[in-house]
């Protein structure tokens, strides 16, 4: 597996709390991803990073902002979580002009939102 | 807008027959795909570029830019293989197809 980790692995936070999930790599990759895997939606962008402080947002990024201070990691927030964002949350880095665009993912986190 | 579906959100086959698991894309420019198999409980892994005529696994996918498809095949399908199958490019992901391979 590239070097890719995710921190923390599992959480259960109640409604309206603060969450921040963290992705970590040692591979020097210039993208990072977060996604969301949900059953009959597969997976669907949040938000990417191109590059220190470069970030844009995907399909599903409302109610979630990130951050991206240092090369090798991506931060998650959710500022106010809600039960709809009860989901498995897995980062994933490229780099274009080492991979064609492949990806490749972290072990994921279960966040579970009450 | 970029657009990747997989029909079938579950493929049932029994062990030893043909498996071919549905991508269709829509996208502007030359198409970057991938095929991605996520096994019970861990993370995703690459497991077919478009760009190579690889076969892994007993699996292979052919770019058909005519059909705008990128099927993945398999001509013998293993216990083995049951899985999540996840076709995607840069940025967009299809919804995914569960492979179940019966006894």
């Known amino acids: 597996d590239a070097g890719i980790t995710q921190s923390p692995r599992h959480k259960v936070t109640e409604t309206g709390t603060p969450v921040t999930l963290r992705c970590h790599q040692t591979e020097n990759h210039r993208y990072m991803y977060w996604y969301r895997q949900d059953p009959g939606h597969g997976l669907r962008l949040i938000h990417y990073s191109y590059g220190v402080k470069d970030t844009d947002k995907g399909e599903v990024s409302d109610g979630y902002s990130v951050s991206r201070s240092k090369t090798e990691d991506f931060l998650l927030t959710l500022e106010s979580a809600t039960s709809s964002q009860t989901s498995v949350y897995f980062c994933?880095?490229?780099?274009?002009?080492?991979?064609?665009?492949?990806?490749?993912f972290g072990p994921g986190t279960r966040l579970t939102v009450l | 807008a970029q657009r990747v579906t997989q029909p079938e959100k579950l493929l049932s086959v029994f062990k030893g027959a043909p498996v071919e698991l549905k991508c269709n894309y829509s996208?502007?420019?030359?198409?970057?795909l991938f095929w991605y198999v996520q096994y019970s409980r861990q993370r995703l892994q690459l497991l077919l570029r478009?760009?190579s005529r690889e076969s892994i696994k007993g699996f292979t996918a052919d770019l058909n830019k005519g059909e705008t498809s990128f099927h993945l095949k398999k001509p013998f399908a293993q216990e083995e293989d049951s899985a999540m199958y996840y076709c995607?490019?840069?940025?967009?992901f299809g919804q995914g197809t569960t492979l179940q391979v019966k006894p």
């Open positions: 996208y502007s420019g030359s198409p970057e």
């Open positions: 478009h760009i």
């Open positions: 995607g490019g840069k940025l967009i």
């Open positions: 994933a880095i490229s780099d274009p002009g080492l991979n064609h665009n492949e990806q490749f």
